[in-house]
Nanobody
Framework: VQLQASGGGLVQAGGSLTLSCEVS????????VGWFRRAPGKEREFVTG????????YYADSVKGRFAISRDNAKNTVYLQMSSLKPEDTAVYYC?????????????????WGQGTQVTVSS
């Protein structure tokens, strides 16, 4: 299984950006998917996760109301729509997928990871 993340870039505070993650080589519709991020000098943190296709979705408190995860099973792609971006959202964003994710906020529950895409929010 391979994950290819894209869509990162430089955006001004208050702006919007959509990340994409294409998943290949596995039964995408049965996978739980999630997004995590790592800011410079910080630990990786959970952003959002979708338990399985049609399952519950969870968000970190820091992004609730601003970020939205969605998936297109026909395209084997998961998206992260980000709006009202803040400088503190600056990080490398990683998508993840797994077939046996019990807690979508736990990175160790995921089997597969994308390479990361840089998001930089300027003030």
């Amino acid at each position: 299984v391979q994950l290819q993340a894209s869509g990162g870039g430089l955006v001004q505070a208050g702006g919007s950006l959509t990340l994409s993650c294409e998943v290949s080589g596995g039964p995408f519709s049965t996978f739980a998917v999630g997004w995590f991020r790592r800011a410079p000098g910080k630990e990786r943190e959970f952003v959002t996760g979708n338990g399985w296709s049609g399952g519950p979705t969870y968000y970190a408190d820091s992004v609730k109301g601003r970020f939205a995860i969605s998936r297109d099973n026909a395209k084997n792609t998961v998206y992260l729509q980000m709006s009202s971006l803040k400088p503190e959202d600056t990080a490398v964003y990683y998508c993840a997928a797994g077939g046996n994710v019990r807690d979508s906020s736990l990175g160790n529950d995921y089997d597969y990871w994308g390479q990361g895409t840089q998001v930089t929010v300027s003030s």
